[in-house]
Every structure is written in structure tokens, then in C-alpha cells.
């Protein structure tokens, strides 16, 4: 007999989180968008990279920020910050914060 499982989890297994994305961000390609739906760690995220998959693999996302965007936001947290090394929650505290103000995250 196989294991129960539920549609969700087999749906939801392949689906990445803000949190995901930003974990794997320093090998992500310049060129790449992430889309999301919503700016929580746990929202639903996508990158793509080339313009006609934008259109057409993101439904139900939205425009967040542009990775080279979203990689210049920390970078910048870190030279603002003594070269510290960001943990992954002040990375996406400071692309969070660029991608809604457009703005770097200002300093404490």
C-alpha cells in the first residue's frame, strides 16, 4: 500500500519560499526578477530570468525586486554595517525594505 499523502503537500513540495530564494541569492543569475506573493520569508517566490517566462510563469506573483537589486541591497547592509556578515533573516529585512522603499535599509 502507498503512503497517504495529501494534494497539498505533493503541490506544495515544489513550490519556494522568499526565505528559499534568498538563501540561494549570491547564485542566482544578475539578469533574474523575483517575482513573490507577498514580502514575508514564507511568501510563494519565483525567479526568472528571461522576460516571455516572466509574463507567462508568474501567476499569482507579483514584481518584488531585481536580483541584482535584491544583491546590491545586502552587500550595502554589510558595508553600512562594518562588513558584517548578514544572517538570512537581515537579508531579507534589507531587500524587503529596498524592494517596498526603494530605499537601503538605514542603520538602528
Known amino acids: 500500500m502507498w ?3 495529501s494534494r497539498r503537500r ?11 530564494v534568498v538563501k540561494r541569492l549570491d ?3 544578475d539578469e533574474g ?11 510563494r517566490a519565483a525567479v526568472l530570468t528571461d522576460r516571455a517566462q516572466q509574463q507567462s510563469e508568474a501567476p499569482g506573483l507579483r ?14 547592509w554589510s558595508q553600512w554595517r562594518g562588513g558584517a556578515e ?3 533573516d537581515d537579508k531579507l529585512m534589507a531587500i524587503s525594505h529596498y ?10
Open 3 to 5: 503512503p497517504r499523502t
Open 10 to 20: 505533493r503541490h506544495d513540495a515544489g513550490v519556494e519560499t522568499l526565505r528559499d
Open 27 to 29: 547564485h542566482l543569475d
Open 33 to 43: 526578477v523575483i517575482y513573490t506573493d507577498g514580502s514575508s520569508p514564507a511568501a
Open 63 to 76: 514584481y518584488f525586486v531585481e536580483v541584482a537589486l535584491a544583491k546590491d541591497a545586502v552587500l550595502v
Open 86 to 88: 548578514p544572517t538570512i
Open 99 to 108: 524592494a517596498t522603499h526603494d530605499a537601503y535599509l538605514p542603520l538602528p
